[in-house]
């Protein structure tokens, strides 16, 4: 690419004579598309692309920046676009974020991935500046700012495409995941069944029994993280995550799960605090998930000699749900993350206690439908007061945002 860039050099600066950066970026801009095809054939994916795919919004993209540089710029709109806030120069700056984000999408798709496309930046900003420089050996005070514009449109146009780039990667990543997980559900009950049938036929030798057992226990432990990964792909493909809300007796809620989770670790403590009849108005199934991920997570990560309590009461016009477990807290520089997708305690006690079938959703998932019913969920982690999960849901929703058509994800 040097080689091609001396040689452009020598023309302009022979044929050219010095002009303004806007002026010259339109006078020259099929050398430069030539220098960032030359560049885009370079890597790996170029190598196979035709003229049109390689070049893509290049063209866009460096109209929109002489237009946002010709464009009048106010202090404050400058001080936000550098801290990448975008479109805060008006039209010509909206103009440069579509085009911008239109680039990084279709370089998903011909399979770059970002530090290639961080590279074609870098080599478009040497290309415009190299050519002119050499067509411009004097460059006075006017030219100056001229550079300063040209570099804060490339700066605000990369950033828009690498933002677009890697919310399109995450989409395709969950889809994959809600695609995954759906096709999974049909050989996992296969083996389910299999295994109840098995179980349930004619006598069998202890041996045989444990067998089947292991079996059955296994697939609910896949089940459960095929829940969790549709539940994740299913909240980040732009929709809340799905309600149906019904009037609901918690407090007869809160005994159902209670009493589940003693019958399946009858050495542990676990108390329920309810405040009687307390109704609202929410997705039974969805609320029950929240409460077994949290008291779950308090018998995974709680010391498993101390109780586990869980209260429910009524403050005005919320129910205040909370969850508490002894034991050693949250280190305070996982609380800011803790309730972020796949993101585990990273201390070896946890890792040995992390039960089968979780991959670091469950407290995400539990966020998630917090939010969806208008509520909010928050921890408070000390040695001396435990570690308590407390969810905050309005008696009566204020609104439901339901799944836009096509995305409701169902087994």
């Known amino acids: 690419m040097a080689k091609n860039l001396t040689e452009g050099y020598t023309i302009i600066a022979t044929l050219c004579p010095p002009m303004r950066l806007a002026d010259f970026i339109l006078a020259n801009i099929e050398s430069i598309m030539m220098d960032w095809e030359r560049f885009a054939r370079s890597l790996n994916p170029g190598m196979r692309m035709e003229k049109l795919a390689l070049r893509n919004d290049a063209e866009s993209i460096l109209r929109a920046c002489v237009r946002d540089m010709r464009s009048s710029q106010t202090l404050a709109e400058q001080s936000s676009k550098s801290k990448g806030h975008g479109g805060a120069g008006g039209s010509e700056s909206e103009r440069l974020d579509s085009a911008s984000a239109v680039h990084g999408v279709g370089r998903v798709g011909s399979g770059f991935n970002l530090d290639e496309v961080v590279s074609e930046y870098r080599a478009l900003r040497a290309s415009v500046l190299g050519l002119w420089r050499a067509s411009n050996p004097a460059p006075d005070q006017d030219d100056l700012g001229d550079v300063t514009r040209f570099n804060e449109a490339i700066d605000q146009s990369l950033a828009k495409a690498v933002a677009a780039y890697t919310h399109r990667v995450d989409q395709s990543r969950r889809m994959f995941l809600a695609i995954l997980s759906h096709d999974l559900r049909n050989p996992l009950n296969s083996i389910t069944m299999s295994a109840k049938l098995g ?153 040995v206690a992390r039960r089968r079938g979780s991959i670091g959703l469950g407290l995400y998932i539990v966020h998630e439908i917090v939010i969806a019913h208008g509520g909010t969920i928050d921890v408070q982690s000390s040695a001396r007061s435990g570690t308590v999960f407390t969810v905050r849901l309005p008696q009566t929703p204020h609104h439901r945002i339901p799944a836009p058509a096509g995305q409701q994800l169902t087994g």
């Open 199 to 351: 179980a349930t036929g004619k006598p069998l030798d202890p041996e045989s029994s444990d067998a089947f057992s292991q079996i059955e226990r296994s697939a609910n432990a896949i089940a459960h993280l095929i829940d969790d990964l549709m539940d994740f792909a299913s909240a980040g493909l732009g929709s809340a995550m799905p309600l149906s809300p019904v009037p609901l007796n918690l407090q007869r809620l809160c005994r159902e799960v209670v009493n589940e989770l003693k019958a399946a670790h009858p050495g542990r403590v676990i108390r329920l605090d309810a405040q009687a009849e307390l109704t609202c108005t929410c997705d039974g199934p969805r609320v029950r998930q929240v409460l077994s991920n949290l008291l779950g997570n308090a018998l995974v990560h709680g010391s498993p000699d101390g109780p586990i309590d869980l209260w429910l009461r009524a403050d005005g016009s919320d129910i205040v749900l909370a969850v508490r477990n002894e034991g050693n807290p949250i280190p305070p520089e996982l609380l800011p993350t803790l309730f972020n997708p796949l993101v585990r305690t990273p201390t070896e006690p946890a890792q």
